[in-house]
């Protein structure tokens, strides 16, 4: 398991280095490019952390009037928020109204940098009053469209294996199986047990499909980080750290609690370093997803970004092949980490079944 | 504080709670009426595939073993035509050797048969012959004895020619 770890990590840490060292270029050429046709400073932090992280409508594109006004072309979403008891549906259009400011029932919201708060009568943010997002966001809708994507893909090979039972595959069912069958023998069967893996797999072909097709929309240019969101990584993690301790059997707890073999003292510190363990391994699944479809994003981002820091379309033509490349990367990578994500889960899910070997 | 600090690694709770509804509903769905008829059918069709190969390795080897059958028999013929031939060509020697044999001896009792009645027929005919001439002879000595033993002298001499005669023979 540590030999599986190690490489992604080693490459989690190439690509922050990669990263960090572009963003501080990019830190010193933005202080020297400011100001340029429309009179703002181009701040890349600002244009990549708003690609990569969450908002309350689905933003397209930027125009810019004659009189230098932007215009942006987004479709809203609706804004599903719980204030102590008080459930407020609007759609994030509203926000774009005069002070930025929705009144509803005895709350007045506003949104801050993405994040709804309360505001008072004079717009001042009410710290002291929580209210609970559970918007439709751009991740949301992402999420449900790859969902719906991937019902629609799953029954439509369901009914071609009715309809043409016992025939060769044929179309999107040829593309699928070999997928399939590969997560079946080489996935689940090898590490969880040709007797107990039939109870998982669903789980797991769902978690890999899930996983594979938010990485891909994400991809799609104006798509949503869902799969490089921490609150996206960690649901699926905690589902694997629950699925895992819960069918984990007696052995697997006697290698926690009393690992066979090992001296009494010696279990002083063995025992919390197995606890410890129970939730690494989920909390490693969660940051190897996050970080690298993250990564992969502020990439490309921060590459499209320097033609315009340099406001100068010639950079175009070394930088777009380049991207080009590195979207042929990212393809993979939302397929490899998938695949990672999905073996691990069989691999923790079949430490946890396995039966006793000592 | 730090953790809230960074946006990208605040995780946040309505997208926590959309993703486990979204995900688990996709987990029943799928795993209701998508993954079993699935795996279903890969197992079915891995299980029939396994059994049409099984099933075609049988025939083979039947037909293998009909092959052989047919084989074995066609050399049996082969060896029992050989046999026959060979038979056939030695009755047919064998024939051969007794016609010619028989033809030989039949020649030979022919030869033998002919030789006997040539000498028996030239023995009649020596017979006969000496018998003719004997006639012959003793006609012409009749009429020569009548013509020239008139005379004593003349029949003295001819009893001497002949006693010597008969002393030459």
């Given amino acids: ?358 | 504080m730090l953790l809230q600090l960074n946006p990208l690694i605040t995780p946040n709770v309505g997208l926590i709670f959309w993703t486990a509804l979204i995900f688990i509903l996709l987990v029943v769905v799928l795993g209701k009426f998508v993954w079993p008829s699935i795996t279903k059918a890969l197992s079915d069709r891995e299980r029939s595939i396994e059994e049409a190969l099984k099933a075609a390795e049988a025939a083979r080897m039947a037909k293998a073993d009909l092959e052989n059958e047919i084989e074995k028999i066609r050399q049996e013929g082969r060896v029992e035509r050989e046999q026959m031939m060979k038979e056939t060509r030695q009755v047919a020697a064998k024939m051969e050797e007794d016609a010619r044999e028989n033809a030989t001896k039949e020649y030979n009792r022919i030869l033998e048969d002919a030789k006997r009645e040539i000498d028996s027929q030239k023995n009649n005919a020596m017979a006969d012959v000496r018998k003719q001439v004997a006639t012959l002879s003793l006609q012409i000595a009749e009429r020569l004895v009548k013509e020239q033993l008139g005379s004593e002298s003349a029949q003295k001499q001819l009893v001497e020619t002949y006693l010597n005669d008969i002393k030459v023979n």
Avoid at chain 1, 94 to 107: L, R, W
Avoid at chain 1, 184 to 213: C, Q, S, V
Avoid at chain 1, 233 to 261: E, Q, V
Avoid at chain 1, 319 to 336: N, T
């Fill in chain 1, 1 to 358: 398991m540590k030999n599986n770890i190690l490489p992604s990590v080693k490459f989690n840490y190439l690509k922050i280095t990669f990263l960090s060292i572009m963003l501080s270029f990019f830190a010193l050429t933005t202080a020297t490019a400011s100001g340029g046709d429309d009179g703002k400073p181009f701040n890349i932090t600002e244009m990549i952390n708003h690609h990569i992280l969450d908002a309350h409508e689905w933003h397209f594109y930027t125009t810019i009037g004659d009189t230098g006004e932007e215009h942006h072309v987004s479709l809203p979403l609706p804004v599903i928020l719980y204030t102590n008891g008080q459930f407020d549906v609007f759609l994030s259009s509203e926000f774009h109204a005069e002070n930025g400011i929705v009144t509803k029932g005895n709350y007045k919201y506003k949104l801050e940098h993405e994040h709804v708060v309360v505001v008072d009568a004079q717009g001042n943010v009410q710290s002291h009053v929580h209210p609970m997002d559970f918007s439709i966001t751009k991740n949301v809708a992402s999420m449900m469209i790859a969902s719906l994507l991937l019902l629609l893909v799953g029954f439509s090979i369901a009914g071609a294996y009715k309809k043409r039972e016992g025939q060769a595959p044929k179309g999107m069912q040829s593309f699928f199986e070999p997928i399939i069958v590969y997560l079946r023998d080489d996935l689940a069967i090898p590490n969880i047990g040709e007797h107990k893996y039939r109870k998982y797999f669903p789980y797991l072909l769902t978690l890999f499909f899930f996983i594979w097709f938010n990485n891909l929309l994400g991809l799609i240019p104006t798509g949503a980080n869902t799969s490089g969101n921490i609150a996206f990584t960690m649901t699926l993690a905690a589902l694997t750290l629950l699925i895992t301790n819960i069918s984990a059997n007696k052995h697997y707890w006697k290698h926690i609690f009393a690992m066979p073999g090992v001296p009494i003292p010696l279990l002083i510190i063995m025992i919390p370093v197995e606890i410890i363990g129970i939730f690494t391994k989920p909390i490693a699944l969660m940051i190897r997803l996050f970080a690298n479809i993250t990564a992969g994003h502020t990439i490309i981002l921060a590459l499209i970004g320097i033609i315009f820091i340099f406001k100068n379309y010639i950079l175009g033509v070394p930088i777009v092949p380049f991207v080009f490349l590195m979207m042929c990367l990212e393809l993979f990578v939302a397929l490899l980490q998938a695949y990672i994500f999905t073996l691990l889960t069989a691999l923790f899910i079949g430490q946890a079944v396995a039966d006793d070997h000592h």
